[in-house]
Nanobody
């Protein structure tokens, strides 16, 4: 079983950038497709971005496409979410998640496809 710990959240002004990191322990992160999700107060958890095991295929929600990038460094057991041109509507708790049943096909997007979750990191974007 893998344990995931997110970091890098914080308070930023609209138009700014943040980079979130997700460090895995217990198992190598290369055993999983990885995703980022977010949950704003009063809303359901939603898909943000995902990357397949090799890192060759990524997928983004329409709301972040062109502004966010996802990458992975399997040697460091870490997955990143680079967030640029942040908007107040990006404010949420961001979660890293691992999908053990997805290999090198396009990564999946549904919450219930992911088996392991981190504790989340808060991102707040002020206007």
């Amino acid at each position: 079983q893998v344990q995931l710990v997110e970091s890098g959240g914080g308070l930023v002004q609209a138009g700014g950038s943040l980079r979130l990191s997700c460090v895995a322990s217990g198992r190598t992160v290369s055993d999983y497709a990885m995703g980022w999700f977010r949950q704003a107060p009063g809303k359901e958890r939603e898909f943000v971005a995902a990357i397949n095991r090799s890192g060759g295929i990524t997928h983004f929600s329409n709301s972040v496409k062109g502004r966010f990038t996802i990458s992975r460094d399997n040697a460091k057991n870490t997955v990143y979410l680079q967030m640029n041109s942040l908007k107040p509507e990006d404010t949420a708790v961001y979660y890293c998640a691992a999908d053990r049943n997805s290999w090198n096909e396009p990564p999946r997007q549904r919450v219930h496809d992911y088996d392991y979750w981190g504790q989340g990191t808060q991102v707040t974007v002020s206007s």
